[in-house]
């Protein structure tokens, strides 16, 4: 079924999380992929605008994991300056490192959101989870090769997701 590659919600950039809509649903802890989610996959180190938005999430009262399929050095090194929970080599769409994090925050299923570029992790894998999803645009056109191979697909399914979410809107008028 298609449906199980769909987000909950697909957005141009983290910085267009709507926060207080979270805090409705009941959502307190954030799974972040990092690359091409928060950076391109070559960057090492997270961004000051990063640093604050992350510092702004903690201060409204939100736990961050962040759950990546990199390697622990990756993953390590970019969490220095964040200091939130981190899984490495998480092998997204593989739910288990996404069912570690719920248990690191303290969280049931229903109180988390996955935040990710990739439609065959991040979206799959929450969907596999249980765990609601947003799909975000990638920060840059730059991929890791693996990733690369699968953007064309990812496109043709945005696009029928977006066609399904306005006839859905129809439907509920
Ligand atoms: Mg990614």
Not at 127 to 149: C, F, H, M, Y
Request: glycine fraction near 6%.
């Amino acid at each position: 079924m298609i449906k199980k590659l769909y987000p909950t919600q697909y957005i141009q950039s983290i910085y267009e999380i709507d926060l207080l809509q979270l805090k409705k649903n009941g959502i307190r802890g954030i799974i972040f992929d990092i690359d091409n989610t928060l950076v391109p996959y070559d960057e090492v180190e997270p961004n000051t605008k990063i640093i604050d938005f992350f510092e702004m999430l903690r201060k409204n009262g939100f736990i961050i994991t962040l759950v990546s399929n990199n390697t622990e050095d990756r993953v390590v090194k970019f969490n220095e300056k964040l200091k939130v929970f981190a899984l490495h080599k998480s092998h997204k769409p593989l739910t288990r490192n996404f069912i570690k994090a719920l248990r690191m925050m303290k969280c049931e299923k229903n109180e988390a959101i996955i935040v990710g570029d990739q439609i065959f992790t991040d979206v799959f894998g929450g969907n596999k989870a249980g765990i609601q999803t947003i799909l975000v645009r990638p920060v840059s056109d730059k991929d890791e090769w693996k990733t690369k191979i699968k953007r064309g697909v990812e496109r043709r399914i945005i696009s029928k997701y977006e066609k399904y979410l306005e006839q859905n809107q129809y439907k509920g008028e």
